[in-house]
């Protein structure tokens, strides 16, 4: 009885592998239930197994139309499948529920995604594999997730004020629940995405960081500009995602610090202190690059509102203040260990990079921060501060720090530049 449903298993698991994606098949309904039917699947140690009992070769056909370009197909279940092949491997990603719900209810406990953490190491090889053969696999399957990413969280920091507005009128005339659910979705979806980014450069990191492939370099950039947007979203003081979570609206349970704080700085911890020497350097000289960098967001994940003083151990965190050492029971001490050893790692290279660039008279300085050159005129006012500064500054607030005027766009500037480059501040 047991060989027949492990067969039974196996044989259901090779019709799903290989119609899934079968352009022939042109019902929606039909496609849309082989896709939540392999979803499904991968969710549960017996029929993951299945999957992995198929045909090597279907094995490999499976994985590969997982990888197709997201722009071409509805990609959110397919992204789904790769993150279930992949939990309970990233950074902090062992958990069945979010550490701030309530235990799972008995009634749910069998529901697809709330089953603790199955991952297939095989289908990851397969992964791996597909995504180093050809010039072409990588960079557009990577794109369309970097893009699909971009979207989902612009959509969710777009929604979060709306619905934040709606919390400060005096009529308390919420959002309808449609939308929150769909703000939640959005939310989601991007933890989920940064997943499959973890994943990918876990798996092959050379896609990022070995730059005589002709599209790595590029990817890292922007891998490096969203990476720092979300965090700056999320870890910002008293911002719009803190006051949106402490709401606690039903239907927004899912959304928190924690999972997207997590697969974020998973990425990161690959990025920066996992790695090759020459390639960690790599990683950081660009991500200090970015204008949207700021130390300040990495301190954050560990509760500390500054950076330490170089050679001082971190003091202990503000119970109030999120940190990752509050979630002993979801993060190991090892992985605390190195997100202390970037946070270290990055105060450093952040000192040196100032020093390197630092401005010949006090008034170069930005009269912000006092700690980056000056780099960016405000239009129509034309008061001046770092890139970091008003980056920092227009995510919350559209008026100049100095005179309250409304900023319309923000200019690049050097002293002696005769040309520059507009940005919308909106």
């Known amino acids: 009885m047991e060989h027949s449903y492990e067969e039974t298993l196996t044989r259901l698991a090779a019709i799903l592998a290989k119609h899934f994606a079968d352009t022939r098949i042109v019902g929606t309904d039909i496609r849309d239930s082989l896709m939540q039917a392999l979803a499904s699947y991968v969710c549960y ?73 199955c991952p297939s190491t095989l289908l990851q090889r397969h992964m791996a594999d597909l995504l180093q053969q050809g010039p072409d696999v990588a960079p557009s399957f990577l794109n369309s997730v970097l893009n699909q990413l971009n979207w989902a969280f612009s959509e969710f920091i777009g929604m979060i004020q709306e619905i934040q507005q709606a919390a400060e009128r005096l009529e308390r005339n919420f959002v309808d629940s449609r939308q929150l659910k769909v703000c939640a979705t959005c939310f989601d979806l991007s933890v989920s995405l940064l997943r499959v980014l973890e994943m990918t450069i876990t798996l092959v990191p050379e896609i990022f960081l070995d730059w005589t492939r002709p599209t790595s370099e590029m990817l890292l950039r922007r891998l490096a500009q969203l990476l720092n947007q979300v965090l700056n979203r999320v870890t910002a003081e008293r911002n719009l995602f803190d006051r949106v979570v402490t709401l606690r609206l039903p239907g927004l349970e899912s959304v928190d610090h924690y999972p997207i704080l997590v697969a974020v700085t998973g990425i990161l911890v690959q990025l920066l202190v996992r790695g090759p020497a020459s390639e960690r350097e790599r990683a950081t000289s660009v991500l200090l690059a970015d204008p949207c960098f700021q130390l300040r967001s990495i301190c954050y994940l560990l509760g500390q509102p500054e950076p330490p003083a170089p050679g001082t151990t971190l003091p202990a965190p503000d119970r109030k203040r999120f940190s990752l050492q509050s979630y002993a029971d979801y993060i190991s001490a090892d992985e605390l260990a190195q997100v202390e050893q970037m946070l270290a790692h990055l105060t450093s290279a952040s000192a040196q990079a100032a020093a390197a660039s630092l401005p010949t008279s006090e008034e170069d300085l930005c009269p912000i921060c006092y700690a980056h050159p000056i780099s960016a005129v405000f239009q129509p006012c034309g008061h001046k501060s770092c890139k970091a500064c008003i980056n920092q500054h227009l995510m919350n607030n559209k008026d100049c720090f100095f005179c309250k005027a409304t900023i319309v766009s923000v200019e690049d500037w050097e002293k002696a530049a005769s040309t520059s480059t507009t940005s919308s501040a909106a």
Request: hydrophobic letters at 35%; charged letters at 25%.
């Open 45 to 117: 140690p017996h029929s993951l197994r299945a999957v992995e009992r198929i045909p090597e070769e279907q094995r490999i056909a499976m994985v590969r139309n997982l990888l197709a370009p997201y722009e071409q197909r509805p990609w959110a279940q397919t992204n789904w499948i790769l993150v279930r092949l992949w939990r309970g491997c990233g950074f902090g990603y062992r958990y069945t529920r979010l550490p701030h719900l309530l235990k799972t209810k008995l009634e749910d406990a069998n529901l697809p995604s709330l089953q603790k953490p």
